[in-house]
């Protein structure tokens, strides 16, 4: 290829405080600086005009639009849209991308995999791979990516495993950490003096969104039990000296903080990061609401962080550094990327020895908490894990028992293997490595390639359609109405035969009805789509012009 390899990544807009953008800003601003690469975002949840796009050295595209834009009702249609599904193909055409990388959950990249242009990009993608079994739809749909990578060790031997090594991981690239801002204080006593608060307690401390899957629950009643576990022996002094630290949003999609904490009775035990709206000051507290007052400005607009509202890298570190340990309690994990960020602190870790949490602990030398027993998850079908709480409690117990030499003995080696295992220098190289490698196939990188033998007329319904087989039914839509003939006795195919013999599918918790109608009508779409996206790729339909694009191309004219 005479020309540099353009890139396109799906993924949360860059400058966002979640793990997807943190992993594309690293990786895509080392990318970015060989020089080897043209590359694009296609910027989930970021807007045309945000100011903080402005210095990256790559196309930015928003795929996020406000209430009051006049496209937002559309925005809104469909749940993938806010993955990118509603701009992919466009943004495709404009940019026009060899390759096409996506490092997010399975559900938020499907519509990549049925996209009408799929032949003409190489599709690289790292899914996260929290749990196993996968569900049979993801692994047909990793299996038909050009490669895939993981993030952990535990996840390429996941997909391996349940694709009969038919799915064969590139590599595995494993989120990295800024070691320079992630790093241990000289003085944590001297830290916690000039916040205000005991300057030799024990902090058990972690950093987890409030959502489901983080078990919070859980993790206060083994703080509970650890109390209990302190009077019980006699250790008073250990039960008032120990505090757990939680780092995380409320009110958010996940648990009743406030009432988990009063059903325990710890309210007095937990301590809670909170930031100023008006100051931007953060500090920490005991819990004191939503909503607080600031120590700072005396403004009642201090809350609980959040994605928007949240933590520079240097100020996290600083609560990292707050800690004595870190524990990861949850049920599953697609890396868990505060784990390694703790390491770098020098913090020793203590995870649920399950999922990608498995890496974590054996790479940085942690203590593995017991897993009790597992469960089945009725939204995925995979198992997820419920460690012990009062094994847990003990460990606990354990730790703040251990002496300080101990304990930065521990820490030495936590930050040694985030050197030498989590580093982002070394993530964006695997990347490098693996899309210098890349040779584009078929028509991937010609779109400028002749117009494909795409039927216009779409053939009408049969008059005696209800009397068709399903399954010769079924057939005959693929090939003749979507003109996907690719998808015979696929997955896709067995579902609809699998669907119209039962006459009903489930959507999210609803049961909805689907005959042979439906069917039709959703293959018309598919082939309206495809038919359009081919005209407009060979130049023989205009598209109206779009604020994103005109945006992504003028960047420097808008942001001042």
């Not at 005009?49 to 009702?73: G, I, M, R």
């Not at 996840?155 to 038919?166: C, D, Q, R, T, Y």
């Not at 649920?352 to 498995?358: G, H, R």
């Not at 598919?526 to 003028?554: L, S, W």
Request: hydrophobic letters at 35%; charged letters at 25%; glycine letters at 4%.
């Amino acid at each position: 290829m005479n020309r540099k390899k353009r890139i396109l990544i799906c993924n949360d807009a860059h400058f966002l405080l979640t793990g997807y953008a943190k992993y594309s800003r690293e990786v895509l601003s080392r990318l970015a600086k060989t020089g080897k690469y043209e590359i694009a975002e296609l910027a989930c949840f970021g807007e045309v005009n945000d100011s903080k796009c402005q210095d990256v050295p790559w196309t930015y595209y928003a795929n996020s639009v406000s209430n009051q834009h006049p496209l937002y009702s559309h925005y809104i249609s469909h749940p993938q849209n806010e993955f990118g599904s509603w701009r992919f193909e466009r943004t495709c055409l404009e940019f026009k991308p060899d390759i096409v990388i996506d490092i997010r959950d399975p559900w938020m990249l499907s519509f990549e995999y049925d996209s009408p242009l799929r032949q003409f990009y190489h599709w690289s993608i790292m899914p996260t791979v929290d749990s196993h079994p996968q569900q049979k739809d993801w692994i047909d749909m990793f299996n038909s990516a050009d490669s895939v990578l993981t993030y952990s060790h535990y996840g390429k031997n996941v997909l391996e495993n349940e694709s009969n090594n038919n799915i064969k991981v590139v590599d595995v690239a494993s989120p990295g950490v800024d070691l320079d801002v992630f790093k241990p204080v000289d003085d944590k006593k001297e830290l916690r003096k000039n916040i205000g608060f005991f300057e030799n307690a024990n902090i058990i401390g972690t950093i987890m969104r409030n959502q489901t899957r983080k078990l919070y629950p859980d993790l206060f009643q083994a703080f509970k039990k650890f109390i209990d576990l302190c009077y019980e022996r006699d250790r008073k002094d250990l039960a008032d000296n120990t505090f757990l630290y939680v780092h995380c949003s409320y009110p958010d999609a996940g648990w009743e903080i406030p009432e988990l904490l009063l059903e325990h009775e710890i309210s007095h035990k937990v301590i809670f990061t909170y930031v100023c709206h008006n100051c931007g000051n953060v500090f920490c507290n005991f819990f004191r609401g939503p909503r607080s007052v600031c120590h700072r400005c005396n403004s009642i607009n201090a809350t609980l962080p959040n994605t928007a509202v949240g933590l520079d890298a240097s100020q996290l570190s600083t609560v990292f550094n707050f800690f004595d340990v870190y524990i990861q309690y949850a049920v599953c994990e697609g890396f868990g990327m505060p784990q390694v960020e703790a390491a770098a602190c020098g913090l020793p870790i203590m995870t649920v020895n399950y999922s990608a949490m498995e890496d974590i602990v054996e790479n940085c030398g942690g203590i593995p908490l017991e897993v009790e027993r597992m469960f089945r998850d009725i939204g995925t079908n995979s198992y997820r894990a419920l460690p012990d709480n009062l094994k847990t409690a003990e460990e606990f117990y354990k730790f703040v028992n251990t002496p300080q030499d101990m304990r930065r003995i521990k820490g030495r080696k936590s930050r040694k293997s985030a050197e030498m295992c989590y580093n982002w220098d070394r993530t964006a190289k695997i990347w490098e490595k693996h899309l210098d490698s890349i040779e584009l196939t078929g028509l991937q990188g010609k779109w400028d390639a002749p117009i494909r033998n795409i039927k216009s007329n779409i053939p009408k319904l049969p008059d005696n359609f209800n009397n068709i087989p399903n399954n010769v039914f079924v057939n005959w839509v693929i090939e003749e109405v979507m003109q996907q003939p690719e998808k015979l006795n696929t997955r896709f195919a067995a579902k609809m035969i699998k669907d119209l013999n039962f006459g009903a599918v489930k959507s999210g918790r609803d049961i909805k009805l689907f005959n042979k109608q439906d069917f039709y009508n959703l293959a018309v779409d598919i082939a309206k789509q495809h038919i359009d996206c081919e005209m407009v790729r060979t130049g023989n339909m205009d598209v109206e012009p779009m604020d994103y694009i005109t945006f992504a191309n003028e960047r420097d004219k808008y942001i001042k």
